[in-house]
């Protein structure tokens, strides 16, 4: 399985509400990446997972709260959501030896804040 | 810092014709070079990778790119292009040792147009 999931494919939310994103691999693959991509741009870093530990942050605010409850799984918990959220949210898997920043990607969930 | 540099938006070719994509990067060692395709609303999917060896390399979708040393360059190309192909195109460098796993950087992407 070289696949990475990612649910919802949608998701529309109100500033005041708390939604999660989900993303799933099964690759055996111990780094998992949160990225954010707005329109006609490339990809931005927000996350690292090492191993089921954060190793890197990209200084996202704290209204974006990752979890990564076990080797196939990585969360992302929104809350608080400001329009100017609204982006895809990618996330992305790879193995932790060299060559370790080859990444597979999910399809993202499109998020719209109203 | 390491950065790529993608100098075409926007492309516009007729299928059937080849394709050139360019991309250049700043690195201070040899990097991990990627081509991404996005299709609109959809994930990166990549096409190909240069780790070492071989400085022609071959991907999925009939593509290839080249690198080259001294231009510090990694050009995407496919001798003819279909409709499908039509999508965003972004190639990417990542370091090749070091903890700063994860960290690829991308360039700012072709939008490729293809005309029946």
């Known amino acids: 399985d070289t696949e990475v999931t990612q649910t919802p494919k949608h998701l529309v939310m109100g500033m005041t509400n708390k939604k999660s994103l989900k993303c799933e691999q099964h690759?055996?693959?111990?780094?998992m990446y949160w990225y954010k991509q707005k329109a006609k741009k490339p990809p931005e870093l927000m996350f690292v997972?090492?191993?089921?530990?954060?190793?890197i942050n990209e200084s996202v605010p704290s209204r974006f709260s990752p979890e990564c409850p076990n080797s196939s799984l990585l969360n992302l918990h929104l809350h608080a959501l400001q329009p100017e959220d609204s982006a895809l949210y990618l996330c992305?898997?790879?193995?932790?030896?060299?060559?370790?920043?080859?990444?597979?990607f999910g399809p993202g969930t499109r998020l719209t804040v109203l | 810092a390491q950065s790529v540099t993608q100098p075409d938006i926007h492309i516009t070719v007729s299928e059937g014709a080849s394709l050139e994509l360019r991309c250049n990067y700043s690195?201070?060692?040899?990097?991990?070079l990627f081509w991404y395709v996005q299709s609109p609303g959809q994930g990166l999917q990549l096409l190909l990778k240069?780790?070492?060896?071989?400085?022609l390399v071959q991907g999925i979708k009939g593509f290839e790119a080249e690198f080259k040393r001294s231009q510090s360059s990694f050009n995407l190309r496919k001798p003819s292009v279909h409709w499908s192909d039509a999508a965003e195109y972004f190639c990417?460098?990542?370091?090749?040792?070091?903890?700063?796993?994860?960290?690829?950087?991308f360039g700012q992407g072709t939008i490729l147009t293809v005309h029946p």
């Open positions: 990417a460098v990542g370091p090749a040792g070091g903890t700063s796993y994860g960290k690829l950087t």
């Open positions: 992305a898997s790879s193995q932790l030896q060299l060559p370790y920043n080859e990444q597979f």
């Open positions: 240069y780790f070492s060896g071989d400085t």
């Open positions: 997972y090492s191993y089921e530990k954060l190793s």
């Open positions: 690195y201070g060692a040899t990097p991990y």
């Open positions: 690759m055996g693959h111990r780094a």
